[in-house]
């Protein structure tokens, strides 16, 4: 499956305002995936659509003006790999720096944040993210406690009355959002609404 990712807009626009990027022609994108290990299943995606999303946005002329340049890196969705690709990319110069898999992203953000490098995360677990206290990443997605109830009744709304069972994978993100949909789909009673 192809994603684009148009929340990237927002984060590359929220980034151009910082001082140092106004001087620069292009803007560097660290991107870490899992493209190896036990997530790469996600990492062609990833890669893929990040790629479109820039090239879609450089095609309409970049963002105010400048074009977007993305390197990509296999952070193995492991956290030691995540804290070598930041250093890397933090070597390299980048502009911003993106991680898509939660155990790299959690361990790869305080290097950005003593860098004082932006960081746009999909995949930390928002909890574990805002316990940093860290103030360089911008978070994209909703986290489990209101994925749950929009997924909950979105298959509650489709399969009422019927028997379902969920696979998943057993990674804390998986489990607590299979946990919560769950809890979500009994406490609506299946509610048809």
């Not at 155990?103 to 909890?127: D, G, H, I, R």
């Not at 919560?180 to 609506?188: D, F, R, V, W």
Request: a negative charge.
């Amino acid at each position: 499956m192809i994603v684009r990712l148009p929340a990237l807009m927002a984060f590359f626009l929220m980034a151009l305002s910082v001082p140092a990027l106004a001087a620069e022609d292009a803007v560097t994108l660290g991107i870490g995936a899992p493209l190896s290990g036990a997530g790469a299943m996600y990492g062609p995606d990833v890669k893929t659509g990040v790629e479109l999303a820039v090239e879609d946005i450089n095609a309409q002329g970049g963002v105010l003006g400048k074009k977007l340049k993305p390197v990509f890196e296999d952070d193995v969705c492991d956290p030691k790999t995540g804290v070598v690709v930041a250093n890397r990319f933090i070597s390299m110069g980048i502009d911003m720096a993106a991680h898509f898999c939660g155990p790299a992203c959690l361990a790869a953000a305080p290097v950005y944040a003593e860098e004082n490098v932006l960081m746009l995360t999909a995949a930390c677990s928002p909890p574990q993210l805002t316990s940093m206290g860290l103030q360089n990443i911008a978070r994209v997605y909703l986290g489990n406690e209101k994925q749950s109830p929009a997924l909950a009744k979105l298959i509650g709304g489709h399969f009422a009355g019927k028997k379902l069972g969920f696979v998943f994978s057993t990674d804390s993100y998986s489990q607590s959002l299979a946990d919560g949909i769950t809890e979500e789909l009994k406490k609506n009673l299946w509610d048809r609404s």
